[in-house]
């Protein structure tokens, strides 16, 4: 979703012979469009000429390399890498250029999501007015003497390195950004300030009564000014939850009955040690909602907290999509249109809805027999749910029967995307060994490779590993409990050497179709398993119709080569065992 903008910029050499200040902004287009708007404005300062080219040259690199930058970097990184290469080249070619000279300030705006970042160096100036009100968003870079005021502390090719100020902050639609050079901000009261922004113009006319009201009011500088409005914001972003998140607080523990901006504390459902699932309850509607949030100690881990962030970041986008049915939505508090009882705790934490019923594993620990049809249609929800966020891109991570409930209603949900891989996660989600080791692929166990080999480190997790925890997952629905590779410790490849034994051994009830499906999908070697999950949703609604061959037994060479080569050594000792008695004690 792209950005409704209103905007407008005038640009004049006023009282001066030329004008050296330059301005601009662009839009990102099509790929770019999530990366937002980038608005700049530059002052030139010259000795020689040259502040002009100073002025457009930061302006317009800074618009166009900020979208050739990595969409995974950060705003603040990404525009910090930016200007520190056009400083440098612009310091190179002062040097270079002696004694003619050629700096310039530089104030950029972007908006990105719900967020906006200023980057701000030397004396120009960014607004933002919100609610009638006009808030300063830069300092200036200037001596602090009134005769020196113009005298710059800090400018884009003044030295080698640049110390860029930021700030962020949330967007808001109705939110306008002025940004302006001295010339128009050096000369203009306050009052003038409050009577122009009271007028209600549109972008390009305040811009305009902003550079005439500067020269009535006598500036002697060239005179420029860079007006956005926001109409309409983009959806969230990754960054905006990461922001957020770095800038709240941490819920403290709490028990039965406290309260949470609202919401009453009705269970503690679920603590890992880093986390807290509370169960809470709206006293207005009586509504249950789940509420997720750091564990205290873990208040000052920023990792953990962009974790929490990425998890709401992808539960937001896949509420969008066909797969939003088959999992926990995340709820915004309080309502649109209602307020909540009491202050805001301003801490972070998410809420998602609570579905009546129990998870699989809350089945399986009641030892509860699942049916062979009941398992089938299990199993087809929960793979169809798997292969909607497959093409979104999403990988989830930890499928087992504990984040797989079913509700009164037969739906089958998917929760906790705590740990799930997007392509935006945070590089400690994605470094972490995250899962259950009874329901992780072989090939995710450092030392172990596809087809037994081994090898130096584990792979990444992949659409495959949540096929194979699904494939265990209805395993044990098939097998009364059972584990096809029984409970897998961490770093326990031992678990592996074996195939597993068909589900019907356990249930004689389970088909012979449905044996063969089963072992396909724990299949030992990722070759032999089932490789989308649209494959494995086709092989059970075909069922009985167009059961699949019997799947082959791993040779022993394949399923523990270090045992095969240890039983050749053996037999080898044996052998010359024999000769050596032979050569000794048997008569010749």
């Known amino acids: 979703m792209s950005f409704d903008l209103d905007f407008g910029f005038v640009s004049q050499a006023g009282r001066k012979g030329s004008n050296e200040d330059f301005a601009g902004l662009l839009q990102g287009q099509g790929a770019d469009r999530s990366r937002g708007v980038v608005a700049a404005i530059a002052d030139g300062v010259s000795q020689g000429g040259l502040g002009r080219d100073a002025a457009q040259t930061s302006v317009n690199t800074l618009l166009h390399d900020y979208f050739g930058t990595p969409d995974t970097w950060e705003t603040t990184v990404a525009l910090d890498r930016v200007i520190a290469a056009q400083n440098s080249w612009l310091a190179a070619m002062n040097r270079r250029q002696a004694p003619r000279l050629g700096l310039s300030t530089l104030t950029a705006l972007v908006l990105c999501g719900q967020s906006y970042t200023v980057a701000h160096v030397g004396d120009t100036r960014a607004y933002l007015v919100r609610d009638g009100e006009r808030l300063q968003l830069t300092t200036d870079h200037a001596v602090g003497h009134r005769d020196l005021s113009h005298q710059l502390t800090r400018a884009m090719g003044l030295d080698d390195r640049i110390l860029v100020d930021y700030s962020q902050g949330d967007l808001h639609s109705g939110d306008l950004f002025v940004l302006v050079s001295d010339g128009v901000h050096g000369v203009l009261p306050s009052r003038e300030w409050r009577e122009l922004l009271a007028r209600g113009l549109g972008a390009q006319a305040l811009s305009e009564a902003l550079v005439e009201s500067a020269l009535r009011h006598g500036s002697q500088d060239n005179v420029s000014a860079l007006v956005v409005r926001v109409l309409g914001a983009q959806e969230a972003l990754l960054q905006d939850d990461a ?346």
């Open 243 to 588: 922001r957020r998140a770095a800038a709240q607080g941490v819920l403290p523990l709490l028990k039965v009955g406290d309260g949470v901006d609202g919401l009453v504390v009705t269970a503690l459902v679920a603590d890992s040690g880093v986390f807290r699932l509370y169960q809470v309850r709206d006293p207005a509607s009586q509504r249950l909602y789940a509420l997720k949030t750091l564990h205290p100690q873990r208040a000052h881990d920023h990792e953990e907290r962009a974790t929490l962030a990425h998890e709401a970041w992808v539960a937001r986008r896949m509420q969008g999509g066909r797969a939003a049915e088959h999992l926990a939505r995340l709820v915004d508090w309080p309502p649109a249109g209602t307020h909540a009882m009491g202050p805001r705790s301003d801490c972070f934490y998410l809420l998602y809805e609570w579905h009546r019923g129990e998870t699989l594993g809350q089945r399986l620990a009641r030892q509860q027999a699942f049916g062979a049809g009941q398992a089938v249609e299990l199993a087809l929800q929960a793979a169809r749910t798997l292969g909607l966020l497959h093409r979104q891109g999403v990988v989830h991570r930890d499928v087992k029967p504990d984040n797989l409930h079913l509700d009164e209603d037969g739906v089958l949900r998917l929760l906790d995307l705590g740990v799930a891989l997007s392509g935006r996660e945070p590089a400690a989600t994605r470094q972490l060994h995250a899962g259950t080791p009874s329901y992780m692929n072989p090939e995710q166990w450092p030392g172990y490779e596809r087809g037994g080999a081994a090898g130096e480190g584990g792979r990444l997790p992949d659409a495959q590993s949540d096929l194979f925890a699904l494939g265990v997952t209805l395993y044990q629905l098939l097998s009364r409990g059972r584990l096809p590779y029984g409970e897998v410790l961490p770093y326990q490849l031992g678990r592996y050497y074996r195939d597993p034994l068909p589900p019907s051994r356990h249930n004689p009830e389970v088909p012979v179709w449905l044996d063969q499906l089963a072992l396909k999908a724990v299949a030992r070697q990722a070759p032999a398993r089932f490789e989308t999950a649209e494959e494995l949703v086709l092989a059970l609604e075909r069922g009985s119709m167009r059961p699949m061959g019997p799947g082959v037994a791993s040779p022993l060479l394949s399923r523990d080569p270090v045992l095969f080569w240890r039983l050749l050594a053996a037999f080898s000792l044996l052998v010359n065992l024999l000769l050596l008695y032979w050569l000794l004690f048997l008569p010749r």
